[in-house]
């Protein structure tokens, strides 16, 4: 059963990922959420992070891979050097040649990129009836919104209007291209248990993932911004005393 379920949410975030937000002569506007790390001192929020990454490695990963993404980046959200060994090694990593020319099977190891979900394009497809999963490492910063579509299309589902004639086989979201979308609801209340109490509903799961998700398509953002501030207080000071030093040079011209 949990099988199906997992099965059955990995293919509705295919699909659910597969568009823009504007469909063809329509603009959906979607709700502005409010994030930790906006603006120019923003931060990313290190608990909704790990709640995120597990949002992810429970749901997501089983069709989704982070391409982009190693073992060891996950220091960047507050995990010790033993819980990042832990989660690598519940990985298994096809590895080799060894000696003997074969490839064998290890643990993973915090210096391993992601573990993909599948061996190869076609048996993603072939998985998923047809449908390629992206790869999640950019998807934030590849679909307009970023944050915030990811946070409409995973609750964006519900009744359809009385005059909206749905498809067979297809489900209502209001924030998805066309308002109809081929598989159910990617997040159930509750799917999860988070380690820090956190009720797992479906917005609060969904906001999570979609932190995490913008971690992972900009891990640099932090020390980007924090570097922005620097050359701007650089930038400052530096004019201040060019302007002084203009006044002192030039002041018996005046």
């Known amino acids: 059963m949990k099988i199906k379920i997992l099965l059955s949410l990995c293919v509705a975030a295919v ?12 603009h959906i506007e979607l709700p502005k959420q409010q994030w930790s790390f906006d603006g120019m001192t923003g931060t990313f929020d290190r608990g909704a992070m790990q709640r995120g990454f597990q949002v992810y490695k ?36 096809t590895d080799g040649p060894n000696d003997e020319g074969e490839m064998f099977e290890r643990p993973g190891r ?4 992601f573990k993909k979900p599948f061996a190869n394009d076609n048996a993603a497809r072939y998985a998923n009836n047809g449908a390629l999963p992206p790869d999640l490492s950019l998807i934030v910063r590849s679909r307009a919104g970023g944050p915030d579509y990811v946070y409409a299309l995973m609750t964006g589902y519900g009744d359809a209007p009385a005059d909206v004639k749905m498809n067979e086989g297809m489900h209502y979201n ?31 799961m969904a906001k999570d993932v979609a932190t995490f998700l913008a971690w992972a398509s900009e891990p640099v953002m932090e020390i980007r911004k924090q570097t922005g501030i620097k050359v701007m207080i650089f930038l400052l000071v530096f004019s201040v005393l060019m302007y002084a030093t203009k006044r002192k040079v030039w002041k018996d011209l005046h």
């Open 174 to 204: 209001k924030y998805f291209p066309g308002h109809q979308i081929a598989m159910a609801a990617p997040l159930v209340a509750g799917a999860v248990t988070y380690g820090d109490g956190t009720d797992a509903s479906v917005e609060q």
């Open 110 to 113: 915090p210096s391993d990129a």
């Open 58 to 93: 429970q749901v997501c990963s089983a069709c989704h891979g982070l391409n982009r993404l190693s073992y060891r980046n996950l220091a960047a959200l507050g995990y010790n050097e033993a819980e990042i060994k832990a989660i690598a090694a519940e990985a298994t990593i």
């Open 15 to 26: 699909i659910g990922f597969s568009g823009p937000v504007h469909a063809a002569g329509e």
